[in-house]
């Protein structure tokens, strides 16, 4: 599967973004889709997860209540809002699915098998 993130940019603090994660070479509404940043120096860091389903997510506590992870399956794309932007959320976000159909997601980028090539997010102060 190759995986198509976009909708970065630069935006302000407090501002708000929704990033796409696109998928096509297979049905991407059958596997769990993981979330990761990579700030300069940095390692690269769990930020959401969302099952095949879209029923069950899950976040770092430091984005919770602001990020949003959600799936339209029709359009085999995966999203994630987010709100109240601050500066230390600037990092390189990447999208990752799992190899295994019906799949639960985990926080671990280990388990992800396939990696989109990320979309700048820029929060400025």
């Known amino acids: 599967v190759q995986l198509q993130a976009s909708g970065g940019g630069l935006v302000q603090a407090g501002g708000s973004l929704r990033l796409s994660c696109a998928a096509s070479?297979?049905?991407?509404?059958?596997?769990?889709v993981g979330w990761f940043r990579q700030a300069p120096g940095k390692e690269r860091e769990f930020v959401a997860a969302i099952s095949w389903s879209g029923a069950y997510t899950s976040y770092r506590d430091s984005v919770k209540g602001r990020f949003t992870a959600s799936r339209d399956n029709a359009k085999n794309t995966v999203y994630l809002q987010m709100i109240d932007l601050k500066p230390e959320d600037t990092a390189f976000y990447y999208c990752?699915?799992?190899?295994?159909?019906?799949?639960?997601?985990?926080?671990?980028?280990?388990?992800?098998?396939?990696w989109g090539q990320g979309t700048q997010v820029t929060v400025s102060s």
């Open positions: 990752a699915t799992r190899n295994q159909r019906y799949g639960e997601y985990s926080l671990e980028e280990k388990d992800y098998d396939d």
């Open positions: 070479g297979r049905t991407f509404s059958r596997y769990p």
